[in-house]
């Protein structure tokens, strides 16, 4: 069956699976194969629970009609959805960076679906599995696709693009993540830029904000969409960040100075598409993170910004710059290692435990292995969650603001159970 044929059944209800936990009546199961799991495996179960058909790559698993054998599921994932997306007469907006690019996406698609019916990256499904479902979840009555792709590696911006063929595009910033994989800064730079290439080979469009210089340096050439602090002003984060936008004050549920570029382009993405002001004021001040990203918890006495989602030496400096600034005065920081960072690892935790040092925070907490090999000073450091959970150095917080921020692999919002 080639790919034609298999859309034409994938037609009847635009419906893909890929978890038999999750399936959906009608839809059309992908039997995608893992290190540790073989989809073809779970074929006939996926049937039994509702899937019209299910597409395998291992003959013996054909036990049914329905059953579809390609040569490989992921590869024919992935050829459908970019089939799909070439019928799609719509505007496709891709979006990368290091940091925010899942707070951006989803502010991105609350404004815009105050007037268009939107279909978006699911949380941050962004990788060669998750673009290819986001595109499949869209159908003929989508009018504004978003789709957010990630990478940690030089290329695979540039694969997405093929599979997604964006139109617009915007990158949030270019800073130290991945650089293990991509090997330093500069190759961070060339991997988001890749999404700029793929615009202007294409004749799209990017949203740039003309205060960032080496955005600009990057996008070149491109047709852009330009907003700056000039258009969207920045007013203050104490904590919470508020703009103004042709003379509309707007609120936000969103903590710190780093978080106002995120909710610029949304403005501006809003603006271009002619979302009314109102609605945008309205889409961003009604927006509330979640799943660990820039939450503002009160648990006691104590208020708790829950930045735990994720963590790189740029997004730890700028949590830690905006927590500074905040007029707060008995403010404690908790600090998990960062990962993924490669031989810049040791001196990426050295900066950050100087930086930390340098605020006179009341106190600082520093847990993992990297950090314990720093020279930290003037910090109760302990090399694993477990050795600072049987410790009692965090006892008897009280009346402070604590930041918790750490990358995903330290799951420091287990402290929230303990203070």
Do not use: W
Request: proline letters at 2%; glycine letters at 6%.
């Amino acid at each position: 069956m080639n790919i034609a044929q298999l859309y034409q059944l994938y037609r009847q209800t635009y419906l893909v699976d890929t978890d038999t936990r999750k399936i959906r009546k009608g839809s059309m199961f992908f039997c995608l194969k893992g290190d540790n799991f073989n989809g073809n495996e779970f074929a006939e179960e996926a049937l039994k629970s509702g899937a019209n058909y299910v597409v395998i790559d291992e003959e013996k698993h054909k036990t049914n009609p329905n059953a579809i054998l390609v040569e490989n599921v992921l590869e024919t994932l992935q050829k459908l959805a970019n089939f799909h997306r070439k019928q799609l007469i719509i505007p496709i907006i891709s979006l990368t960076g290091s940091n925010g690019k899942t707070t951006t996406k989803e502010l991105i698609n609350a404004v815009l679906s105050k007037k268009y019916i939107t279909a978006a990256t699911t949380g941050n499904l962004n990788n060669h599995i998750g673009v290819p479902l986001t595109l499949l979840s869209m159908t003929p009555k989508t009018e504004i696709g978003i789709v957010e792709m990630g990478a940690n590696h030089l290329k695979e911006i540039a694969f997405l693009c093929s599979i997604a063929e964006p139109n617009y595009g915007l990158i949030t910033n270019f800073g130290k993540a991945h650089l293990e994989g991509f090997g330093n800064v500069e190759g961070v730079i060339k991997a988001k830029s890749e999404l700029y290439d793929f615009l202007r080979l294409n004749k799209g469009t990017v949203f740039i904000n003309t205060d960032d210089e080496l955005q600009v340096k990057q996008s070149a050439g491109i047709n852009s969409v330009e907003f700056s602090n000039k258009v969207v002003k920045f007013l203050e984060a104490n904590p919470f960040v508020k703009v103004e936008f042709k003379n509309t004050l707007i609120g936000s549920n969103l903590i710190g100075k780093y978080n106002y570029n995120n909710i610029a382009v949304a403005v501006a993405v809003g603006d271009h598409f002619n979302v009314a002001e109102t609605d945008i004021k309205m889409a961003i001040e009604n927006y509330i993170p979640a799943n660990n990203r820039s939450q503002l918890i009160q648990k006691g006495s104590n208020k708790i910004i829950l930045d735990a989602y994720n963590a790189n030496p740029s997004s730890m400096q700028a949590a830690l710059e905006n927590f500074a600034q905040l007029k707060d005065k008995n403010k404690v920081v908790f600090l998990g290692d960062m990962f993924e960072l490669g031989k810049d690892s040791i001196a990426e935790h050295e900066k950050i435990a100087n930086l930390v040092d340098s605020y006179h925070f009341s106190k600082v907490f520093l847990i993992g292995k990297a950090f314990s090999a720093t020279g930290a000073k003037n910090a109760f450091v302990s090399e694993s969650y477990e050795t600072f959970k049987n410790s009692t150095n965090y006892s008897n917080i009280n009346n402070a603001t604590i930041l918790i921020k750490g990358s995903r692999g330290m799951a420091l919002e287990r402290l929230l159970d303990l203070l």
